[in-house]
């Protein structure tokens, strides 16, 4: 059984940093990092290959946001760094029901509850 826990949110200002974690059981190969904004889509943020640690990021994220992952702690972390007003969001992490990591939220059946971070002045 697939199970993600989220954790390491909260209310930071711009600029600042946080490190979310993403705990899992069950066997998963890759995981993603989602989030939604209020009244937006949910959208993808980041995913790692958890055997190769192939990595991919959107547009909005990259030199800002790191992935990584700890095998044998089961967890995947997002390192958020000089965050912005607009990264304000709940963020999800989510599990794909195939062996690829993508960005495509269809393509992750897995969800964990999500964890809100504000990023506020």
């Known amino acids: 059984q697939v199970r993600l826990v989220e954790s390491g949110g909260g209310l930071v200002q711009p600029g600042g940093s946080l490190r979310l974690s993403c705990t899992t059981s069950g066997f998963i190969h890759a995981t993603g990092w989602f989030r939604q904004a209020p009244g937006k889509e949910r959208e993808g943020v980041s995913c790692?290959?958890?055997?190769?640690?192939?990595?991919y990021y959107a547009d909005s994220v990259k030199g800002r946001f790191t992935i990584s992952r700890d095998n044998a702690a089961n967890t995947v972390y997002l390192q958020m760094n000089n965050l912005k007003l607009e990264d304000t969001g709940v963020y999800y992490c989510?599990?794909?029901?195939?062996?690829?990591?993508?960005?495509?939220?269809?393509?992750?059946?897995?969800w964990g509850q999500g964890t809100q971070v504000t990023v506020s002045s």
């Open positions: 989510a599990a794909p029901g195939s062996n690829i990591a993508t960005l495509t939220i269809n393509d992750y059946p897995y």
């Open positions: 790692i290959n958890r055997s190769d640690g192939t990595t």
